[in-house]
Each structure stands twice: as structure tokens, then as C-alpha cells.
């Protein structure tokens, strides 16, 4: 099955600062989707990003899907940014059911 | 938020004995999702559905069972539970497949 590797797997910034998150794969995909998991276990998702770039508030994402990467960029961080970073993927997306594999993820810590 | 309720939120179980969990949606999305969370794997695919009655397997399917009768609901079932099925659950649900929403989980440990 597809791979998917996140880097760094943990990082600690001071708030106010910015963060970019990795996202490797071992194949094409076309469904990429990037989560956050807060300290309290819940699970928001924060882009569908295929392809391109999507900007949302203090958050933005690229992928680059002929290169088999997309980033996460966080400015300005914020404790609440403190968590779990997910990046999943699917290789074959038919335009139904989304049957995404997991990174392990990228766990933050915003410290004051 | 999307509309994802699972119950219980935690239990805690006897090797050997069965368990439900159930994931209410008020969404009324077509797809739903069961996955399972352990330290160092992410978030790994038990089984998922694409309509009442219609189910299929996932990345990790063995030793559980799914059931759709409504659109709103999606139980999942540990027939005999083991110590490894101790993990959190997350039912997730979508619509036309690309973007999915997780419920809050559910903490099972096995004893």
C-alpha cells in the first residue's frame, strides 16, 4: 500500500512563530487531506488538497502532487495550533467513498 | 461542527465478551466510516459504508463487524474482544467522498 511519511514528528516553537509541516508519499494520489488533533482527542479537518495550494486564516497548505510532497504552514502560532498534525492520503479516489491512509503525524507544542 | 455522536465514549470490557459501538449522524451524509487510532500507526481503516446495507472491509478488518440499517446510523462490532482491540475508536462520516469529518471517539479498553 501507499506510504505516507510526516516530518518533523515533533516540534516545539514559541507563539508567534511560523511552521511549515512535511507530507511525503510513496505514490500518486489525488485525495490529500490535512487534520488537526487537538489535545483532547478531537479530529478537525483543515484542507482537502488534492493539488494546489488553499489558504485558510493563519493556515495554508500546498501540495505538489508530481513530486509526491505537501506542506502545512502555520504563522503567527497560536497554543491553541498546540496538537497532532495529520496528513492522509488516498491513492485512487473514484469520487466516493474516501478510503484515506494515515501519516503518524507531526505533534506540536506551542509554548508562551 | 458536523453532526457525529458515538456511544459510549469509554468502556471497559472482559476479554472474550462482545461490544457495540454506534456512530449517530444528523448530516445525513452517504458515507461512514469506522477507524481505529493506536500509538505509532495513525489512523488505521476498519470497514466503512456507502449506503444502507452496504458495507466493505478496510485496511484492518479482522475480528470486526459493521452494520447499516439507516442512513444515520453505523454500528461497529468486536465479536469476542481481545487485548489488542484496546485502541480509540473514530467514526468519521462525508459526502461525495472528499472531505471527511471525524466524531470524538471512543476510548475501548480490553481487559
Known amino acids: 500500500g501507499i506510504q505516507v511519511e510526516q516530518s518533523p514528528p515533533d516540534l516545539i516553537l514559541q507563539e508567534g512563530a511560523n511552521s511549515t509541516l512535511r507530507c511525503n508519499f510513496s505514490?500518486?494520489?489525488?485525495?490529500l487531506q490535512w487534520f488537526h488533533q487537538n489535545p483532547w482527542g478531537q479530529l478537525i479537518n483543515l484542507f482537502y488538497?488534492?493539488?494546489g495550494t488553499k489558504q485558510n486564516g493563519r493556515l495554508s497548505a500546498t501540495t505538489v502532487a508530481t513530486e509526491r510532497y505537501s506542506l502545512l504552514y502555520i504563522s503567527s502560532s497560536q497554543t491553541t495550533d498546540s496538537g497532532v498534525y495529520f496528513c492522509a492520503v488516498e491513492r485512487v479516489y473514484t469520487g466516493t467513498a474516501s478510503k484515506l491512509t494515515f501519516g503518524t503525524g507531526t505533534r506540536l507544542q506551542v509554548t508562551l | 461542527d458536523a453532526g457525529i455522536t458515538q456511544s459510549p465514549r469509554h468502556k471497559v470490557t472482559e476479554t472474550g465478551t462482545p461490544v457495540t459501538l454506534r456512530c449517530h449522524q444528523t448530516e445525513n451524509h452517504r458515507y461512514m466510516y469506522w477507524y481505529r487510532q493506536d500509538p505509532g500507526h495513525g489512523l488505521r481503516l476498519i470497514h466503512y459504508?456507502?449506503?444502507?446495507?452496504?458495507?466493505d472491509k478496510g485496511e484492518v478488518s479482522d475480528g470486526y463487524s459493521v452494520s447499516r440499517s439507516k442512513t444515520e446510523d453505523f454500528l461497529l462490532t468486536l465479536e469476542s474482544a481481545t487485548s489488542s482491540q484496546t485502541s480509540v475508536y473514530f467514526c468519521?462520516?462525508?459526502?461525495?467522498?472528499?472531505?471527511?469529518?471525524f466524531g470524538e471517539g471512543s476510548w475501548l479498553t480490553v481487559v
Open positions: 468519521a462520516i462525508s459526502e461525495s467522498g472528499n472531505t471527511i469529518y
Open positions: 459504508s456507502y449506503g444502507v446495507k452496504d458495507t
Open positions: 488538497i488534492p493539488s
Open positions: 505514490d500518486s494520489v489525488n485525495n
